[in-house]
């Protein structure tokens, strides 16, 4: 059964969730824009070194599946008349969510550097709002208490309001109320199913001997919860049918905020498939894993079609990046170690290469003046190393061996095909369309003729805005990659690099974890996927 421990007798998981919110406060009461944005970018490399820090203090276990670094301290359970809540304060990593943990730190560290300069409006309040969005990240990740983890959960919604609505583009109020809505409602029906775990157990710990993986539901009790949990995971992640507000989303979001939505929110919705869904309700993930399955190879090949059809480069990524999650979900339902391990390596490779092109669609934006495919072309010529380095992106993302994304995906379609083989065999189309629409991508934009870049009307005002938001109405940038622009890029491709070479480093450290989850599952009768060739 989960256990916790702490070797380094500090609450290093309690500094790293609250250091964001304190530097936030910090932004909120200096005197000056100016040390805003010196301070928040140092907050977040900061954090993210901490961050790293606990993939360095993990140590491997063998065979049990174990929260190490835990951090527990009464909270609501100390207050008079309400002892039996189950409600406490308690953090701690597993195989999984430590590299949930230091990819957070790093993927917001890239995030908020990024806002220092293309974000020009009420710059102090996106910045505070973004490292109030890491604190709440950092608390999906590491809470062990599910009443906590809700807590969470639902704050990572309110900067995530403001970031899209306020500084977002064109239709960012139909974009924003459409995530509101579906994020509210998939969330209120996983507060139900908590409150039910609640009533059944006495507890919402997910650890020790009277935790909630201990002493499972019975099977009926599983499906509804497992459901009402699913729901909320889905809309998040997002899987299909539930797809159709981040499309939305994806599009009218300024960047530095689209790196935390589709790099790091939508893993939570894979994260909480792993933790929750199939941890707490094994019988119900088996019952249900051939229909999660069938959806998840639907989304994939409806999205990347959609993406072959684009000539907007914003929605283009927004669609790959469905695809792509769909296809972590498709690993995770696979419910064996392989597709697991997989799925893990897969959502830090998806998380790195989405933003590495939505930041690619930011830079090339800001010196078109368009993101529209046909009203570009040779702007290789023009801006080689703008070339050179979206072309890394290009080939991770449709999985070139050697590169990040190939062992991630080629681990998913292994285990699947153990579980199988048709559903593998479909779902591998899904390579050959990201090729497809990957290099369309490429040579659209970066071959071809040359075309001249859209010329602003009028001079600009003054208050218009970041060229990187507004770029047809703004004086273009000229040149080649910035010296911040590159910056931003250096931490992505080595990761990439690094993660083709050496996957071993994520998959030795999630073994342990997956082992227990997937005990788990095999331990509980139900039909699986089978009929495999």
Known sequence: MPITTNTLHIPLLTIILLLPSLGAAICW???????????????????????????????????????????????????????????????????????????????????????????????????????????????????????????????????????????????????????????????????????????????????????????????????????????????????????????????????????????????????????????????????????????????????????????DIKRLVAYSSISHMNLIVLGIFALNATGIDGSVLQMINHSVIISGLFLAVAYITARTGTRLLPQMGGLGRRWPLLMWLFFVFVLAGLDLPGLGSFSGEFLILLGVFRENAWYASIAAVTVILAAWYMIRFFQDSMNGPEKEPIEPAAEPAADAGSVYQFPVFQRLIRGDLLPGEILLYVPLVLLILYLGVKPVTVTRRVDPTVARLVTLVRSAPSPGLGGGP
């Open 29 to 311: 009461v200096v005197p000056s824009v100016r040390l805003a944005r010196l301070l928040a970018p140092a907050v977040a490399i900061i954090d993210f070194i901490l961050s790293a820090f606990v993939l360095v203090e993990f140590h491997l276990t063998g065979s049990a599946w174990e929260f190490q670094l835990a951090d527990r301290r009464d909270w609501i359970e100390s207050l008079p008349g309400i002892a039996h809540l189950g409600i406490t304060y308690w953090l701690g990593v597993d195989g999984v969510s430590v590299f949930l943990v230091v990819l957070t730190g790093l993927m917001m560290a890239i995030a908020i550097a990024a806002a220092t300069f293309m974000i020009t409006e009420r710059l102090r309040a996106f910045l505070i709002l973004m490292l109030f969005l890491e604190t709440a990240l950092f608390g999906v990740f590491m809470a062990i208490n599910l009443f906590l983890f809700f807590v969470f959960w639902e704050a990572m919604l309110i900067p995530s309001y403001f970031l899209l609505g306020v500084w977002g583009e064109g239709r960012r109020f139909y974009a924003t109320m459409k995530f509101l809505v579906y994020t509210i409602f998939g969330s209120f029906l996983m507060l139900v199913g908590i409150f039910y775990l609640w009533s059944r157990t006495g507890t919402l710990d997910m650890a020790g001997p009277s935790g909630l993986v201990a002493h499972p539901l019975d099977p009926t009790a599983q499906t509804w919860v497992f459901l009402a949990f699913t729901l909320a995971f889905a809309i998040k992640l997002p899987l299909f049918p539930l797809h159709s507000w981040a499309p939305d989303a994806y599009s009218e979001s300024p960047v530095p905020f689209l790196i935390a939505l589709a790099g790091i929110m939508s893993k939570a919705g894979a994260f909480g498939f792993i933790r929750y869904c199939v941890a707490l309700f094994p019988t119900a993930a088996h019952n249900f894993q051939a229909l999660i399955s069938i959806l998840a190879i639907i989304g994939m090949l409806y999205a990347a079609g959609l993406a072959l059809v684009q000539t």
